[in-house]
């Protein structure tokens, strides 16, 4: 089955930085456009970033344009999200999602604080 596994998260501070990951399994990766997202509570999950199957090409949400870059290795089955100048505001859990699969992994939890 779709196994997807987040990790990277944790405790920066603003200005920082942190790089996500996510491995997954069970379907066949690299035939996949894959995506992040992110949630806080009581809210709904929001988009953050696109990688097309062949990791040639990009799209980001407003709120993260020009300090995170999504990217991938299909060697690894893995997508990457780098995270630069974080903000209190990127503080959420994250979440990798293929693009026709409705399946989601635990997330990882990133917070921005002082």
């Known amino acids: 089955q779709v196994q997807l596994v987040e990790s990277g998260g944790g405790l920066v501070q603003p200005g920082g930085s942190l790089r996500l990951s996510c491995a997954a399994s069970?379907?066949?990766?690299?035939?996949?456009?894959m995506r992040w997202y992110r949630q806080v509570p009581e809210k709904e999950r929001e988009w953050v970033a696109t990688?097309?199957?062949?990791?040639?090409?990009?799209n980001y949400a407003d709120s993260v344009k020009g300090r995170f870059t999504i990217s991938r290795d299909n060697a690894k089955n893995t997508v990457y999200l780098q995270m630069n100048n974080l903000k209190p505001e990127d503080t959420a859990v994250y979440y990798c999602?293929?693009?026709?699969?409705?399946?989601w992994g635990q997330g990882t939890q990133v917070t921005v604080s002082s």
């Open positions: 999602k293929p693009g026709r699969i409705n399946s």
């Open positions: 069970g379907f066949t990766f690299s035939t996949y456009v």
């Open positions: 990688i097309t199957s062949a990791g040639d090409t990009y």
